[in-house]
């Protein structure tokens, strides 16, 4: 039995593996998305003429015919490749072979746009990821959507409780994403009110403050959309009692007719007809600042007597960009969330490891770590979600290789010097001492799909590239497509051995729980060098890097045996000599 305000046991064992569906595998040609599919016709919003879907192993930078004449950044958000849920099932032998333990879905509810967080639908999975679009569409319009009673089940629905199924046979976990502060416009009860204006019964769910616009011109409406964006109506707050500011938590509610909405939908999904055992594991929630904390409690114990070994982690990010974070201590008592996306703790493990204009040194980079942990209960600290890219990232490769702040102008549309091709060899070296420190630090493993494969791309929309699996022949991709020069091309393609490499990290950290559930004690942070022990009971860890251009020395214990879990080889004596750029994990033995 999990405590109330204690995070789920196996929380602290997970590998994530975080899947944007649309992009990660089509494993049904027959349910690919149409035009109409992904029209937002009450905002003028429509596909271009002409409009096909994208083909998976083309040239990313390169315009399909219906894109040509239109800004490169105004195509990209009609793309699609077809990615759907049987592609996830027909890919988890691979997930399983990685050894991944735990799956974190980007949205699956029905929307419109490729990333889902513009729901159309909380309680369906996307009609487009399911084997009949069209059955499931006649579906939806015969339920009463605001009635749970009449609510039944799609194909993707069903579809999508296969995948759990599957999941949970194998040993694994799956929880998905939700954004519980905003809708789309084509959400059922905003086009109720965009029928009905001020007659509509769901009115009161969103901060509308004028209906002076006509039911064919929902632009002219007033009302607040999340960062200003009009395809994202916010759901109305309410009881709030102190400062609503962003990237700070505030005391307040959701509308009680939406937040009753939410519940029955997070029912559906924990427990489908009733039986915990076949619902997902957990949930990822989305732009967590922005709701009030009275609604989070509330969720919580929900959730909790549903399911009582659910995982909630939110996403707590920035407090004002690009310098600050925000304060994860008032989400991680224990009344809210188990977790947050721990971004915190990569920005800068980049600044120590990459080759960074904003590098620090060993000892700011322990400093930086102790800080974050120190606001953080021990065990709270073993189930952190550690994140180094994800769909709203840099990819790895690519954010090591170029020296930018972290998440400052890093695309080409902000900085036409920014790097997009394949990353040089020390890029390679750098990252790979990241993940061996992600892998051996304190906090749950996370990996964005695409990443084990040796993917590189720029910040959103770069980082949504569709997955490069190995079966599949890519053309060329364009480096210099939007920067001076001469136009260069990268070969693309899977790369077996940074797969490999996730593979032996993720196997090393699975045949140790002292990296998961070990005490960390620095030995080493000066200058370039960084040594630390995860020590629990007679087990003992020791990771060592040697970021100098020289050859570095590191102590270790007298008298001691190690066999360095990345070779093989036994290491003896009182001192360790690690070349330059070099790193090794030691078990004593």
Same mark, same amino acid.
């Given at each position: ?58 040239? =990313? ?29 027909? %890919? ?6 990685? @050894? ?22 909380? #309680? ?43 999941? #949970? ?87 009680? @007719?939406?937040?009753? #909405? ?17 619902? !997902?594991?957990?949930? +990822? ?14 969720? +919580? ?93 840099? +990819? ?51 990996? =964005? ?35 001076? @020069? ?27 729980? !002292? ?8 030995? !080493? ?7 630390? %022990? ?36 036994? !290491? ?18």
């Amino acid at each position: 039995m999990t405590p109330f305000e204690k995070a789920p046991e196996w929380s602290k064992d997970a590998i994530w593996y975080q899947i944007f569906v649309e992009r990660f595998y089509n494993g049904d040609r027959h349910n690919d998305p149409k035009a109409d599919n992904i029209n937002i016709e009450s905002l003028g919003l429509l596909a271009p003429d002409n409009w096909t879907l994208n083909p998976w192993t083309g040239n =990313w930078y390169h315009p399909e015919r219906w894109e040509k004449g239109k800004p490169f950044s105004e195509t990209l958000q009609y793309r699609r490749y077809g990615g759907d849920l049987q592609g996830v099932l027909d %890919k988890l032998d691979y997930l399983q072979d990685l @050894g991944i333990t735990a799956l974190y879905l980007n949205p699956v509810n029905d929307a419109p746009s490729a990333h889902k967080y513009d729901a159309a639908s909380y #309680h369906h999975i996307d009609i487009n990821f399911g084997p009949d679009p069209e059955g499931d569409r006649m579906i939806i319009a015969s339920e009463d959507p605001a009635n749970p009673l009449t609510w039944k089940w799609t194909s993707a629905d069903k579809l999508f409780l296969k995948l759990i199924r599957e999941v #949970h046979s194998r040993g694994m976990r799956i929880i998905v994403d939700y954004s519980w502060n905003h809708t789309g416009v084509n959400f059922w009860a905003w086009r109720d009110i965009l029928e009905k204006q001020s007659l509509s019964a769901y009115h009161s769910w969103y901060d509308i403050r004028s209906f002076d616009g006509h039911p064919e011109s929902p632009h002219e409406y007033i009302y607040s959309g999340w960062m200003g964006i009009k395809t994202l109506p916010e759901l109305k707050k309410v009881n709030v009692s102190t400062p609503r500011v962003n990237g700070k938590p505030y005391e307040g509610d959701i509308n009680e @007719g939406a937040k009753q #909405h939410i519940l029955a939908v997070t029912r559906r999904w924990l427990a489908p007809e009733g039986n915990p055992e076949d619902g !997902v594991d957990g949930f +990822r929630l989305d732009v967590a600042d922005q709701i009030g904390m009275s609604f989070w409690r509330d969720f +919580r114990k929900e959730v909790r007597q549903i399911k009582q070994d659910t995982y909630l982690v939110g996403e707590v990010w920035w407090d004002e960009f690009p310098e600050k974070f925000m304060d994860i201590e008032p989400y991680t008592r224990g009344d809210i969330f188990d977790a947050v996306m721990l971004y915190h703790t990569y920005r800068p493990a980049r600044y120590f490891f990459s080759d960074s204009a904003f590098r620090i040194d060993a000892s700011e980079f322990r400093s930086c770590l102790e800080q974050i942990w120190s606001v953080l209960p021990p065990d709270k600290r073993q189930v952190m979600m550690n994140v180094s890219s994800t769909h709203d990232t840099p +990819r790895l490769l690519t954010d090591f290789y170029n020296k930018n702040m972290y998440k400052l102008n890093a695309t080409p549309f902000e900085d036409q010097l920014y790097h997009t091709g394949k990353p040089d060899r020390q890029t390679y070296k750098r990252v790979r001492h990241y993940l061996i420190h992600l892998f051996t630090s304190v906090g749950a493993p996370h990996i =964005w799909n695409g990443e084990e494969m040796g993917m590189w791309g720029a910040d959103d929309p770069d980082s949504r590239k569709p997955l490069w699996w190995e079966e599949f022949e890519f053309e060329d991709e364009s480096r210099n497509n939007y920067q001076p @020069g001469r136009a260069l091309y990268d070969p693309v393609g899977f790369n077996r051995d940074h797969f490999s490499f996730y593979k032996k990290l993720i196997s090393i950290r699975k045949s140790n729980p !002292v990296l998961v559930k070990g005490e960390m004690i620095f030995t !080493v942070s000066e200058g370039n060098k960084l040594a630390y %022990k995860r020590v629990c009971e007679a087990s003992e860890i020791m990771v060592c890097f040697n970021l100098d251009h020289d050859t570095q020395v590191f102590p270790l214990q007298k008298d001691s045996v190690y066999v360095n879990l990345l070779n093989g080889r036994k !290491v003896r004596g009182e001192n360790l000599s690690l070349a330059s750029l070099g790193a090794v994990i030691l078990k004593r033995v």
